[in-house]
């Protein structure tokens, strides 16, 4: 199988162009944008304008998702008690999430001490929407991201709240990431680079819902009207934002800042009541009942593990060899059983049913 000559991605990985090099359409967008993803003084500088362009002038500064994993308190943390901003916390249940994942978001609401709130959606609404994610990518974990960051927006929105700050990793925001993927939220990267003026977040926000319209409108799907609910459930009226005096900013803050796993982790255990997962280890989720079963899924559907290309954006970022993810990747692979426990979990859930799904693996 035609594998990158410069990451570990394969041909089997979805929107994957190989050049006259053997390198891979990934590897070239991020060796593009680099320079500009690594110059952390500028960034800086560019995250400090943005939140001191805002700071004060409305009830709360920002509004920050909170799943009770590493990522999300640490950004927490350190707008809260770093940039003294005022933080609206929020969480999207998106009915997986693990006992562990409630205490640590307890815990940690309690010790930053922030204003906070759940938001749970319909459950049948929100059920058909990873079964259509699980029809389109295999998977329904792009059901949750699309839930938590596009009603996170739609908040801030609502609440006259001028910055969206998420959590997600590097390595998360950067796997898919290159002009033609599949990935609607690439946009907000560039976006993110440089400072911003409604004209530039309204095209920013426009190629996130063409990207979106793309992805959802599979083979016969175009008039599925899951599609409108999505829309409107999820995000904000595209003619209110037209005519909006303020469009809240969507903000990586690990654009801005580097990423260090290890630091983070050690980091809310000196400074929070924060607990790492049983399964604590590289690039792991303890916040989710059914990831076990997605990674399952993933694997037996694409050939490797959801790991796999936050691996190879670790090896463009030069955090470790291509040898080394190489080596990771094969025990991954050799460990993967099936986790019946969470694919029951996931079948139960969202009304599949277990048999046939197994068969359809095999």
Sequence with gaps: MKTCKTCILSENFPGIKFDRKGICNFCNTYNKYKAR????????????????????????????????GKDSSYVLYMLKNHYKLNVLAYTF????????????IKNVIENVDVDHF?????????????KKMMNIMGIPCKGCSLG?????????????????????????MLREFAPDSRDPFVPFIENSLSENNKEKQLKTL??????????????????????????????????????????????GYFIYHEYDEEKIKSFLEEN?????????????????????????LHYKKQGHTIMVPEL?????????????????????????????????ILCRSLGLDYGKLKKELD
């Design 37 to 68: 993803l690594t110059d952390y003084n500028t960034l800086k500088k560019i995250f400090m304008k943005k939140i001191q362009q805002v700071k004060g002038k409305y009830e709360y500064d920002c509004l920050v998702g909170i799943s009770g």
């Design 93 to 104: 249940d998106n009915g997986f999430m693990t006992e562990y994942a409630k205490n640590n």
């Design 118 to 130: 759940f938001y749970k959606p319909n459950w049948d609404f929100q059920r058909r929407v990873y």
């Design 148 to 172: 938590m960051y596009g009603t996170s927006f739609k908040f801030a929105f609502e609440k006259n709240i001028p910055l969206v700050i998420h959590g997600r990793s590097p390595q998360q």
């Design 206 to 251: 426009l190629e996130f819902a063409k990207r979106l319209e793309k992805l959802l409108s599979i083979e016969n799907e175009k008039e599925d009207p899951l599609i409108d609910e999505i829309r409107t459930k999820f995000f904000p009226d595209v003619s209110r934002l037209l005519d909006a005096e303020m469009i809240p900013d969507f903000m």
């Design 272 to 296: 929070l009541d924060w607990r790492r997962a049983e399964n604590d280890g590289l690039l792991t989720h303890g916040d989710c009942y059914i990831h076990d079963a997605v990674e399952y």
């Design 312 to 344: 190879a954006v670790m090896v463009r970022q030069g955090k470790i060899s291509r040898e080394k993810a190489l080596e990771i990747m094969r025990k991954e692979l050799a460990k993967i059983v099936e986790p019946k426990e969470s694919m029951m």
